[in-house]
């Protein structure tokens, strides 16, 4: 009976420890389903607001047309 009982709690234990290591390690993901219109505008905006320049809006816009 105490065999049982000393597997019981190894189990447990062990199933408890598992369960805190799958906390993660605390990194902010974020998924993002913008489209490329979506940032083509928000670039757009950028400049307009003088965020960026005309040379930054262009590469910017260039890799964003470019990933197409």
């Known amino acids: 009976m105490k065999t049982i009982k ?3 709690w190894t189990i447990l234990l062990s199933f408890c420890l ?3 290591g799958c906390g993660g390690g605390g990194a902010d993901v974020r998924a993002t389903n913008t489209t490329m219109g979506q940032e083509l505008t928000d670039l757009q905006k950028a400049k307009e607001q003088g965020l ?3 040379d930054e809006f262009e590469d910017a816009k260039e890799k964003i047309l470019d990933r197409d």
């Open 6 to 8: 000393v597997v019981t």
């Open 18 to 20: 598992i369960a805190l």
């Open 52 to 54: 960026i320049t005309d």
